[in-house]
């Protein structure tokens, strides 16, 4: 009876961890280019009380064991890198990329960390840099008085300078992409750094080897899809009073158990 007792918090412990996902994604439903989470659950080791095969007393051969499993536990969260929504800004800095790719941005101790929130700001310099203030790798500069910015599907960015009447290229955007972008390891503030599980970077322009294009003016909203949400929400709640029910059966039958006389 003890064993259905641990077995059973395990479920509880499961569904609220799955919970505590759900609450992360819907929080997010409005973070630009947020990627939602999903919980994978594993069974937990199985106490084989007959193994499968063995002969009976009668020597025929059993068709099956006994094997009694003792929970469930999160295997993982996985990371779904879906594409989400465009939305339309106006905005000449704002850039979404459509299809693979993230952003690549230098972080103060001179790393790399990746992104999918295309919505830059220019420094008091002229640095294309993030809202926290990390600057775009390759560094990009909009020099003083420069108009009519252009970022074109293949990273290009151009302008008109003072005084001239054609554009000027002044740099050009890179992507990276991952062979695992699921083992990329989130750092806050819509931010992801390599991991082994991830894979070295593979760097390349916009619209070339798989690489996804440019779209300026855009924003990539997040892939959080709320009806799909409050189903998850709804299936963790019942399997969490199920799996307390379990606990209160297991301790009643106990209660009986101690309650026999001789």
């Given at each position: ?17 799955y919970m505590d996902t759900i609450s992360n ?89 990746y992104t999918r929130d295309g919505q830059f ?133 106990m209660q009986v158990t101690n309650a026999m006389?001789?």
């Amino acid at each position: 009876m003890i064993r259905s007792l641990y077995t059973a918090a395990t479920g509880m412990e499961a569904q609220q961890l799955y919970m505590d996902t759900i609450s992360n994604n819907l929080a997010n439903v409005n973070t630009n280019s947020f990627k939602r989470e999903k919980v994978q659950f594993q069974d937990l080791m199985y106490q084989t009380l007959r193994e499968p095969g063995v002969r009976n007393v009668e020597g025929s051969l059993s068709p099956a064991g006994i094997e009694v499993g003792l929970g469930v536990k999160p295997g993982a969260t996985e990371r779904l890198f879906d594409q989400g929504s465009l939305t339309q800004t106006g905005n000449s800095m704002d850039t979404a990329i459509k299809g693979d790719g993230f952003y690549q941005i230098a972080m103060p101790d001179g790393s790399i960390s990746y992104t999918r929130d295309g919505q830059f700001v220019p420094s008091n310099d002229g640095t294309l840099q993030t809202t926290d203030g990390f600057p775009v790798y390759p560094q990009l500069t909009i020099p003083s008085g420069a108009s009519s910015i252009t970022i074109g599907a293949d990273g290009q960015v151009t302008a008109t300078m003072p005084g001239q009447t054609n554009s000027t290229v002044l740099g050009k955007i890179e992507l990276a992409r991952f062979v695992n972008p699921s083992g990329l390891k989130a750092m806050g503030s819509n931010l992801y750094s390599t991991t082994d599980a991830s894979g070295a970077p593979i760097v390349s322009d916009p619209g070339v080897d798989g690489m996804g294009t440019v779209l300026q003016g855009y924003t990539e909203a997040s892939n959080v899809q709320i009806v799909d949400e409050m189903v998850g929400m709804i299936s963790a709640q019942r399997a969490y009073e199920i799996v307390s029910k379990a606990i209160t059966v297991s301790d009643s039958m106990m209660q009986v158990t101690n309650a026999m006389k001789a």
